[in-house]
T-cell receptor
């Protein structure tokens, strides 16, 4: 069964460092998303991406964040200068359409900023 | 803004029915969803309901939607230990590009 894969499963980084979280969406999907879940809190939408550009983003997705689809298969989330409060589980998702019914999620990358 | 609320914990005995409740604020949401997260795994779509439906049944799962009260519930019949997980309610606001608004999740514990 096709699945969304994310690497690494756990990333530890020092405050101020740049991190890149990687995702391989399902191959025929056109819409890509990043969500995050701070421990004990809700899963929060960060950004959606379609046709090589951001289609929607939340208030959380400020200038420190960027997304890219560098090679047609990977979908990456970059955090330019990590802060302690960026520590969270980051989920990638992909879907065929925008209704959300088809959204498939990866297993997540746990980011720990120390 | 949109908000989704769920109780955080539910404990049931194996074989009993589980009912997980959720309230949401955006009455214009077109789809409402239930996702399941097992330990160490991603979010798995369990089922969803379109906003013009009151009920949807899928094997052991029954989703009830009360649009007037903005209340969504998930009933799991004959709950098994393998159903132990965190269950997330989510809504898809009208006009969104597919992004979902999630609740905090309800941790279901099934005791043998």
């Amino acid at each position: 069964e096709p699945e969304v894969t994310q690497t690494p499963s756990h990333q530890v980084t020092q405050m101020g460092q740049e991190v890149i979280l990687r995702c391989v969406p399902i191959s025929n999907h056109l819409y890509f998303y990043w969500y995050r879940q701070i421990l004990g809190q809700k899963v929060e939408f960060l950004v959606s991406f379609y046709n090589n550009e951001i289609s929607e983003k939340s208030e959380i997705f400020d200038d420190q964040f960027s997304v890219e689809r560098p090679d047609g298969s990977n979908f990456t989330l970059k955090i330019r200068s990590t802060k302690l409060e960026d520590s969270a589980m980051y989920f990638c998702a992909s879907s065929e359409g925008t209704k959300g019914t088809e959204a498939f999620f990866g297993q997540g990358t746990r980011l720990t900023v120390v | 803004g949109e908000d989704v609320e769920q109780s955080l914990f539910l404990s049931v005995r194996e074989g009993d029915s589980s009912v997980i409740n959720c309230t949401y604020t955006d009455s214009s949401s077109t789809y409402l969803y239930w996702y399941k997260q097992e330990p160490g795994a991603g979010l798995q779509l369990l089922t969803y309901i379109f906003s013009n439906m009151d009920m949807k049944q899928d094997q052991r799962l029954t989703v009830l939607l009360n649009k007037k009260d903005k209340h969504l519930s998930l009933r799991i019949a004959d709950t098994q230990t393998g159903d132990s997980a965190i269950y997330f309610c989510a809504e898809s606001p009208v006009g969104s590009q597919g992004n979902l608004i999630f609740g905090k999740g309800t941790k279901l514990s099934v005791k043998p």
